[in-house]
């Protein structure tokens, strides 16, 4: 591992080509797992925020839900996650030909909502988990490699695409853009070190290439059990 900072890679991510293949994968993270989406305790209020704005996209199963249990469920020692439909999908989730999609990110797209979507949905599929509080607090950044997301990894390669790239907005929108550049300079550092992963330098931002920005409605994993702090 290496740290940028209070938080610390997985080494994984010195060589990842990756990229969603929603095509693929039709938004199985969105649905597949033991729990909803990780939450921060300050997107609790982000998702009833938006639920009058997403409301009238989602499924009837998701209101039936919602109505009796709200949007997030948890408590503070064991996390909060997003509420599921007969626990697999996302309340959030709304299906586009098959293909299971955020309607939060959907809203977001069309200038309706300001809030993405859940930050742990974002960085998917690398997972947050944090020790200790205050100044000793530190940050770990894993990358869960499971079935449903192998698709991204040809994808990505055909693309030229690495995960730390594909992530750079959610990045950003985790620790800031002056921790991204640090990230980016950092990472290099240790490929070149190790002698592992890409020589060429990575898409520059805003091409088409550079990843980070799922098309409207794209999945984001909840995957996981495991929760953001």
């Known amino acids: 591992m290496f740290a940028v900072d209070h938080v610390l890679v997985s080494d994984a991510l010195l060589d990842a080509p990756f ?11 969105c649905v597949e797992g033991d729990r909803g989406a990780p939450l ?5 209020a982000e998702l009833e925020r938006a639920l009058p704005i997403v409301g009238p996209r989602l499924r009837k199963e998701a209101h039936d839900v919602i109505g009796k249990e709200g949007v997030w469920e ?24 098959g293909t299971a999609v955020c309607g939060i990110q959907e809203a977001y797209a069309e200038g309706k909502l300001d809030w993405e979507k859940p930050i ?12 200790g509080e205050g100044e000793s607090r530190v940050e770990v950044l894993n990358y869960e ?30 620790y800031g853009d002056d921790w991204l550049a640090r990230f ?8 070149e070190l190790l002698g ?8 520059a931002a805003g091409d088409p290439a550079s990843g980070g920005d799922r098309s409207a ?5 909840r995957h996981s059990a495991s929760t953001e702090p």
């Open 120 to 131: 742990s949905c974002h960085l998917y599929p690398v997972r947050v988990e944090a020790y």
């Open 145 to 174: 490699q499971i079935e449903m997301c192998t698709p991204g990894i040809p994808h990505g390669r055909r693309l030229g695409l690495q995960l730390a790239d594909f992530l750079s907005r959610p990045l950003a929108r985790r």
């Open 217 to 221: 409605g794209a999945p984001g994993g």
């Open 196 to 203: 592992i992963g890409p020589t060429d330098s990575p898409p």
């Open 19 to 29: 990229c969603c293949s929603l095509t693929a994968c039709k938004g199985s993270c």
């Open 40 to 44: 921060l305790p300050e997107e609790r």
């Open 74 to 97: 948890g408590n503070e020692r064991e996390g909060y996650a997003t509420t599921t439909v007969a626990g697999k999908e996302c309340v959030f989730v709304v299906f586009r030909k």
């Open 184 to 191: 980016k300079a950092t990472l290099q550092e240790r490929r």
